[in-house]
């Protein structure tokens, strides 16, 4: 007991940082070089599912304050996108350029593999399907991987439909009708996800400005403009959240919405796909009270996780489909419940899972997931 007492002052901000998590695994292979960081959050709905991202993380806390808010935001989605998994995500330190190998990933598949099925990982930002191959062979909690390989094939396909259909749904709200071509959007990010995206809004007629850190990313969407006869309107990294269009798209980094992005911003609503978009919560309200309309990211992305958690059910891409449909209406929903009660759309996406969570651990009496002991309640 002591030494447990001893232990807990030699690390209080590690424990104090994942109070709300189940369990957080730290990988380090120096053979592969790699350095990963897997957190599972809430295991209630399932076990825990989420991408693993690689990022060139200046320390260890900052991957380790990422990955925790990524994975709790995975309980979320989980929970808004009605699926039996819980909530995790890894992150792996490195430059996905320059520090990837199939050894790596390797690696990184055998602590996956450790979990023993509490964990199912596949793609996120700066990592591939082609990783994940390399992962196959150690350990078969991969999802996301090829069609050829048994899985359902490039999750960012659903991903980007489900940020159409979300901003179809945003547009009927504010605009009384879904038709997308007739306004502009202003998209940061023109990876796997900001592409689609971009290039449907294209074929709707709609107007872009577009920024990405990569010039190859920027000169992809603007060849597609010429061959469709549409001017792309490309703007500086810190410029778009400046431009005046009806709608911003985030699809690259999270944290981007904070109180100088939030003041500079003209648009009436915010729809992308990037994950944690909010620096903090309350940056919520600060979007309400200057009129902009929020949705919330994990509802807007969840197209990809409904493709691969389906794929424990075997790949059905009409399944895949429907079920990532369903976003328009979740979203209505939430932006409806948000103005009749005077709250955040946040908020009401909030209590739409908490209360998808409360009835399935009542559910599940037998084996609640509520770790506090009771004491300690009443305490
Ligand atoms: P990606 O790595 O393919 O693309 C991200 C793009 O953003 C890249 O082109 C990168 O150059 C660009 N970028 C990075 N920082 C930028 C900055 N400061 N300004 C402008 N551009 C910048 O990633 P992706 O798969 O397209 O995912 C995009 C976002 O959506 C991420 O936040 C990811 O977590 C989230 N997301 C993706 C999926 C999916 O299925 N791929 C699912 C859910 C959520």
């Known amino acids: 007991m002591m030494q447990q007492l001893e232990k807990q002052k030699l690390t209080p901000s590690i424990f104090e940082k994942m109070s709300e998590h189940e369990q957080v695994v730290f990988c380090n292979d120096p053979v592969t070089g790699l350095q990963a960081i897997i957190a599972i959050h809430d295991t209630t709905l399932g076990p825990a599912l989420g991408g693993t991202r690689m990022y060139p993380y200046e320390t260890v806390d900052d991957a380790l304050e990422d990955v925790l808010r990524l994975s709790e935001g995975m309980t979320k989605k989980c929970a808004a996108a009605d699926l039996d998994f819980g909530g995790g995500k890894a992150v792996i330190i490195g430059d996905p350029k320059t520090d990837k190998s199939p050894a790596l990933f390797r690696a990184f598949a055998q602590y996956v593999d450790a979990l023993n099925g509490r964990f199912y990982t596949g793609t996120d930002m700066g990592t591939t399907m082609d990783d994940f191959v390399h992962a196959l062979k150690e350990t078969n909690f991969i999802n996301g991987v090829p069609k050829a390989y048994g899985g359902s094939g490039d999750s960012s396909i659903p991903t980007a439909k489900g940020v159409v259909y979300a901003l179809e749904a945003t547009n009927d709200y504010l605009y009384g009708s879904n038709t997308l071509g007739d306004k502009s959007y202003a998209i940061q990010g023109l990876g796997k996800v900001g592409y689609k995206v971009a290039e449907h809004l294209m074929e709707q007629g709609a107007t872009l400005y577009v920024t990405d ?54 648009v009436d609503a915010v729809v992308g796909s990037a994950n944690n978009q909010l620096t903090t919560p ?47 209406d979740t979203l209505l929903d939430v932006y409806k419940v948000a103005t009749n009660n005077g709250i955040t759309t946040e908020e009401a996406a909030n209590i739409k899972c908490e209360k998808t969570l409360l009835e399935q651990r009542h559910r599940n009496n037998f084996y609640s997931r509520d770790r506090r002991p009771k004491w300690q309640v009443r305490e």
Request: hydrophobic share 45%; charged share 30%; with cysteine.
């Open 213 to 266: 850190i990569f010039d190859e990313a920027i000169e992809r969407i603007v060849e597609k403009g010429k061959m469709h006869g549409t001017k792309v309107h490309v703007v500086r990294s810190e410029e778009i959240y400046e431009v005046d269009a009806h709608i911003f798209v985030p699809c690259a980094m999270g944290s981007i919405l904070n109180e100088t992005t939030i003041a500079s911003l003209k």
């Open 282 to 328: 309350d940056m919520a309200m600060k979007l309400r009270e200057k009129g902009i309309l929020y949705a919330p990211d994990y509802i807007v992305n969840a197209g990809g996780l409904i493709q691969v958690s389906d794929e424990l059910y075997e790949p059905n891409a009409e399944r895949v489909l429907w079920k990532t449909k369903a976003i328009y």
